[in-house]
């Protein structure tokens, strides 16, 4: 297993430049990562309050006819998942902040669940209400895969293994500090432990100009799986720099200043993946989860060409109806005057061509 320690780049291997008050890092205290701004995440009590005291607006239905209807799954192209276009970004929605993004010769897949629930188990759970359009067996070569962070509907261990058997040491696992014990445990090889504005160059295409940088920075967020584990791991966001693209994973976040920084640093970028969905009740949401609005902001911030909403319509997190994220979406792009083919949403296993000038 590799893996790359904070005190590594500090030494020089892939360090960013600028300075640690321009580009934060976040903070480590007594082995638990806080943020370097003021932040106010509701414990587990007030949580409590705000769902039981709040509406649940959610109205998933329970007949699957109903929802083939209103979100359709499609079983992916597989001729193009095999031969994505060599020069323009392929990206193909799996379902809730799994992403499948192929670019500059590189296969990328973000926060990967492909079980049928997210929890701790199956009878503590949250089911899938939309089945995966692939299973990973269909899914082709897979060279990378970025963890954002550690909560259970972005980090499935069934799927980590299944990944892992499948692709074995030809995989790269770009994730979160603090997460790279956990990779071993599943029996991962080549794991990339990073901190916030800290790079590593996938080993794929090393030679000058044909290399693909993995950037991880910042979010605004919070990590936990188990009881005693409360921000021991890091959580943030994915810039992927290529030789011709460039592509943005925001991950799980709350709205922050942080996006306007990443913009700078690394945009503008050909492709966006950020969040659109659970996050009602507000109150209790805002912090941790953007809403539609927030989500535009982030796609400005960041100097995104083109952005695909994710983080909605697969498990029922919240209260905010199921169709709502892509409707409040819509209706925040006309109020400032951006194009709704600069920001979409897509069926599940739909794939879409990004080109230099949208989408194809």
């Known amino acids: 297993m590799t893996s790359v320690k904070s005190e590594d780049f500090q030494r020089g291997i892939m360090n ?8 934060p890092e976040a903070r480590r205290e007594n082995g638990v990562f806080k943020l370097p701004w003021e932040g106010n995440l509701h414990g587990v009590f007030g949580a409590m309050k705000w769902f039981l005291t709040s509406p649940n607006n959610s109205k998933v239905p329970r007949q699957s006819e ?35 993004v192929q670019m500059d010769g590189v296969n990328i897949l973000t926060d990967p669940v492909f079980n049928d629930y997210c929890g701790m188990a199956r ?23 970025c963890i954002s962070h550690n909560h259970y509907d972005h980090l499935d261990y069934t799927t980590v293994c299944q990944l892992n058997k499948k692709f ?45 940088r993995f950037a991880f920075t910042p979010a605004q967020h919070w990590c936990r799986r188990g009881i005693n584990d409360f921000n021991k791991v890091l959580w943030g966001s994915w810039s992927v720099i290529g030789p011709q693209h460039r592509f943005f994973f925001a991950g799980d ?51 995104s060409n083109f952005s695909l909403g994710i983080h909605w319509g ?10 709502a994220p892509p409707e409040e979406l819509n209706e925040k792009l006309d109020s400032v005057g951006i194009p709704r083919n ?3 949403t897509v069926k599940h296993g739909e794939t879409v061509v990004v080109t230099k000038n949208g989408t194809n």
Request: hydrophobic share 35%; glycine share 6%.
């Open 66 to 100: 109903k929802l083939d209807q209103t979100l359709p799954v499609l079983k992916p192209d597989q001729a193009a998942l095999d031969s994505p276009p060599p020069n323009d970004i392929q990206v193909t929605w799996i379902g809730h902040a799994t992403v499948l």
């Open 253 to 303: 976040t709350g709205f922050c200043s942080m996006f306007k920084k990443i913009g700078t640093r690394y945009g503008p970028f050909d492709l966006a993946a950020i969040p659109i969905g659970a996050y009602s009740p507000r109150g209790l949401m805002k912090f941790q989860h953007v809403d539609p609005q927030a989500a535009v902001d982030i796609h400005e911030d960041v100097k």
């Open 168 to 212: 074995g040491d030809k995989i790269h696992w770009f994730v979160p500090m603090g997460l790279s014990s956990w990779m071993k445990d599943c029996g991962c090889k080549n794991v990339y432990e990073l901190q916030w504005w800290h790079e590593q160059t996938h080993p794929k295409f090393t030679e000058k100009g044909k290399a693909v």
């Open 314 to 323: 697969t498990f029922n997190l919240s209260y905010e109806h199921y169709l």
């Open 123 to 145: 009878l503590l759970g949250v089911k899938r209400y939309r089945p995966t359009p692939c299973t990973v067996e269909e899914l082709p070569m897979i060279d990378a895969v």
């Open 342 to 344: 600069k920001f979409i």
């Open 16 to 23: 960013a430049t600028g300075s640690d008050e321009e580009y």
